[in-house]
């Protein structure tokens, strides 16, 4: 059947942009999408009427999109991840679509308040931190720069859990995003696809007599894709999200249903959905459990079989595959894809090996996003082998060939063949990862300038000897949409009032910031935005804490995951150092300051627990204290997400970026503070080297030890007991812990903290306590002079260019994908595609 192909006029109600349109369109989508009379209407109901009035008028371009991709035959960037953090969609559409004030208009003059509306908003939580959101800012650019994109990952139905303190402790309590319905989305059941698992291998005579493999699975799901749109920032791109759900395939239900085994057929559906049940919530940590080798194998197969599908139907031969696209591995999580696209070339489509590996390698490219070694995925042998029994095989291949090619290259290096086999075979037998990774892969790169070094260094070294062509640094960026336009409306009309709108989609255009910094009234405008924003953040924490906060106080920010390498506890040193000042002496003139945390642990990191705990026991003695006078105040920010970060960025003075050099591949929580005028207190870690050298040395407070310098101290035997004796203030900070004096006496609760720092303090902490607390009084020192603050805050601000996801994108689409940009057109109605 075909529609005819002629013009189609859309109705105004669903395209319509004028405020009478968006108005009737709202009250339309209540009454027949929602179906509820305005009398009857809840706020969620509204939401959705909104929710229902932006995506009809995203259907345009989205469809647009998918013609003239489908026409042109573009070439697509595929990024395969196992998270997007993407945050909520509302207002982040509205501003792409170039909407946000007409919207906010008509539903303010149909009396509803919009803002409320914006905030009703939950967040699909489908990440763990940094990695998946920097998935999320990456589409955001693509689009923006007008790339044609797929993000392929999967659609779990409970995200990363949602964090409640109760007693100071971390509770964790499941996500339940879909349950009011999801209006971004649409699932497209037509493109279903079937993901085998288990069995066994078994060799076959084709018709030409040729032996060839094929997989005999024991089982298989169902992987149905559910699609949301991605736009870009005033351009008609509509790129898409493609989130795969797991289903039991009927035929298992026919089956038991026919033996009369019904619960049988009932625990079938179960095990399948399981797969996309839920997101490991670990990060930069690995668990090597059954089911998340599933989940990984699942969204890889369900995403590379959907790239055979779309080059079937555009009539591409299989032998164009990498020019018709280009894989992007999002850290080792997809990496299966290397043995799958393999498999599916060769015993699928039957292509010769040395074919389908040129096609493989062409394909593939490959981000690693850290150093830490308890990341570095692998796989135990055995459970490898009973899911996926012909993957192996393939391995087992793709290794012997790669082996004799080391071998010639570096003669007589059995340790080094050791060392770079995809099999781990020092004990237990195990596949790795990373290795496979790189070998499959044209181009590896790492996400800041100091960790690609640090990548050819350490972990990856081997591969960098072997292959130094393929090695490339690309830096992170972040979506100035989301983290300065959305969240931050002041700031944005300020700076657009002074210098155009063209730094929205060229962050480097900031820079003419730099002429304002000696005119008084925009150093002023600037200050009295900041003081706004935090006076709303101050207004929240009263009415969710009950704690008040100066907003002429520092504004001390650390919001991230909660880690040992992140050193919270750090921070919580300098702030025991502060106390410990005031009750050693009342009158002592400090700049008072409120320190914020927030983030999620693990829920089977102990440590990082306790340290979530640590904040609150130490919160709950100074908050309180009347000899504090209030000058100091510790608030724990619970349940920290995307949502709630576009608040805090915003309302921050001082950004912690704390971590030990070496062991923070980039960060992009940093970027996000800066660029939104906050100073940073950091080490030469990650991004902050880049920040920095951006910034200008004068502009942002450094301490600490230097990678080079934490890797010659841990050679050389660190003992942080010296460290400990010398220095009487770190002295009296961990005694106060360890006498239980923040923890009503219990001497046992926070042993573990200071018995783990006193004995080998792994990430240094001790070592650069000193340092830190003096950086920390030359931050307190620096706030007293408001003028020369205000301008270092522009002037970060204004350098932040370089930090935009769109800068990021441009270097993986020139020296990576490959790709250019395909502009889509704007048409009235819309047509069938032919
Ligand atoms: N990262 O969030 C994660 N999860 C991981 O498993 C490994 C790394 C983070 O990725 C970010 C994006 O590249 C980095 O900015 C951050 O430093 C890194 O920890």
Redesign the pocket.
């Known amino acids: 059947m075909q529609l005819r192909n002629e013009l189609v006029r859309v109705e105004a109600d669903r395209t319509g942009t004028t405020i009478d349109n968006l108005k009737r369109a709202f009250l339309e989508n209540l009454y027949y999408v929602q179906g509820k009379p305005p009398a009857l209407a809840t706020l969620n109901d509204y939401y959705m009427a909104l929710a229902h009035t932006v995506r009809d008028r995203i259907m345009q371009r989205w469809n647009n999109s998918a013609i003239t991709y489908t026409e042109n035959q573009s070439r697509t960037v595929c990024y395969l991840s196992a998270e997007f953090l993407m945050g909520p969609h509302l207002g982040n559409n509205l501003i792409n679509l170039g909407l946000y004030e007409p919207m906010k208009q008509a539903i303010d003059e149909l009396g509803i308040n919009f803002d409320e509306l914006i905030e009703e908003e939950g967040e699909p939580g489908l990440g763990?931190?940094?990695?998946?959101?920097?998935a999320a800012c990456y589409l955001d650019s693509l689009a923006a720069l007008e790339i044609p994109t797929m993000g392929y990952g999967i659609r779990y139905e409970f995200g990363i859990f949602k964090q409640d303190i109760r007693d100071g402790w971390q509770v964790e309590i499941t996500d339940k995003w879909l349950r009011n319905g999801n209006p971004w989305e649409l699932a497209r059941p037509e493109w279903t696809v079937s993901i085998p698992f288990g069995g066994h291998t078994e060799s076959y005579r084709n018709s030409q007599g040729v032996y060839r493999a094929r997989w005999v699975p024991a089982w298989e799901v169902k992987g149905v894709p559910y699609d949301t749109p991605t736009l870009g920032y005033k351009v008609n791109t509509a790129n898409t999200l493609r989130l795969w759900k797991a289903e039991a395939p009927e035929s298992f239900d026919f089956q038991a249903f026919n033996t009369g085994d019904y619960y049988g057929a009932v625990n079938a559906k179960v095990v399948s959905e399981n797969i996309t049940k839920v997101l490991y919530p670990?990060?930069?940590?690995i668990q090597g459990k059954v089911l998340r080798l599933q989940q990984q194998f699942f969204f890889v197969s369900c995403s590379l079989q959907d790239m055979i599908r779309i080059m079937k139907g555009q009539k591409i031969p299989m032998e164009r595959f990498h020019e018709k696209f280009a894989v992007q591995l999002n850290?080792t999580h997809p990496a299966i894809a290397v043995a799958e696209l393999m498999r599916l070339l060769v015993d699928q489509e039957f292509l010769g090996w040395d074919e389908a590996w040129a096609i493989t390698q062409n394909t593939l490219a490959y981000?690693n996003?850290?150093l830490?070694p308890e990341?570095l995925e692998r796989w135990q042998i055995d459970l490898f082998r009973d899911l996926l029994p012909r993957h192996l095989e393939i391995i087992y291949e793709i290794n012997q060939r790669f082996m004799d090619d080391v071998r010639v290259k570096f003669i007589d290096d059995d340790a080094r063949l050791a060392r770079m086999s995809l099999i781990d075979e020092s004990g237990e037998r195990y596949v790795r990862m990373a290795n496979l990774a790189c070998v499959g892969s044209h181009a590896i790169n790492g996400?800041?300038a100091l960790?690609s070094e640090l990548l050819k260094q350490t972990v990856l070294k081997d591969f960098y000897e072997y292959s130094p062509e393929k090695f490339s640094n690309k830096t992170?960026g972040v979506t100035p949409r989301r983290f300065m336009v959305l969240s931050n409306p002041r700031l944005t009309q300020l700076i657009t009032d002074r210098i155009g709108s063209g730094w929205i989609t060229d962050l480097e255009q900031l820079r003419q910031l730099e002429q304002f910094i000696d005119d008084p009234a925009f150093c002023q405008q600037w200050r009295s935005i900041k003081q706004a924003i935090k006076q709303d953040l101050a207004d929240s924490i009263q009415k969710d804490y009950g704690v008040d906060v100066s907003i002429d106080s520092i504004f001390d920010i650390q919001v991230k995951?909660i880690h040992e390498y992140k050193r919270q506890h750090l921070n919580l040193l300098h702030i025991i150092t502060l106390y410990n000042r005031i009750k050693a002496n009342p009158n002592i003139d400090i700049t008072p300051r409120t320190f914020l945390f927030g983030g999620k642990a693990a829920p089977g990191y102990f440590m990082a627990k306790l340290m979530i705990k640590l904040v609150s026991a130490v919160s709950e003695v100074i908050n309180r204290d009347p000899d504090v006078r209030g000058r100091i105040k510790v608030v724990f920010l619970k349940n920290y997400n995307v949502k709630f970060a576009q608040h805090v960025y915003p309302a921050a003075d001082l950004s912690e970026q704390i971590s030990t050099a070496g062991k923070?591949?980039?960060?992009?929580g940093n970027m996000k503070f800066a660029m939104n005028g906050a100073l940073t207190i950091g080490t030469l870690d990650?991004?902050n080297v880049e920040i920095m050298e951006q910034a200008g040395e004068e502009n942002f407070f450094l301490f600490g030890l230097t990678a080079e310098e934490v890797r010659e101290r841990k050679a050389r035997g660190y003992d942080p007991k010296a460290y400990y004796n010398a220095n009487p203030n770190l002295q009296l900070v961990i005694d106060r812990i360890a006498s239980g004096f923040f923890s009503h006496g219990d001497k046992t609760l926070f042993q573990p903290i200071v018995d783990n720092l006193m004995q080998s303090d792994p990430y240094l902490l001790f070592a650069d306590y000193q340092s830190y607390v003096e950086c920390q009084d030359r931050v307190a020192e620096a706030y007293r002079d408001q003028d020369k603050w205000t301008r270092m805050s522009i002037l970060n601000a204004a350098r932040m260019g370089m930090f935009s996801s769109d800068r990021s994108i441009q270097e993986y689409c020139d020296d990576i994908w490959n790709v250019k940009p395909v502009t889509v057109k704007e048409t009235e109605g819309f047509c069938s595609a032919t």
């Open positions: 763990n931190g940094g990695l998946g959101r920097l670990n990060d930069d940590e850290d981000t996003h850290t830490l990341a996400v800041a960790h992170n995951r923070e591949a980039s960060g992009t990650g991004a």
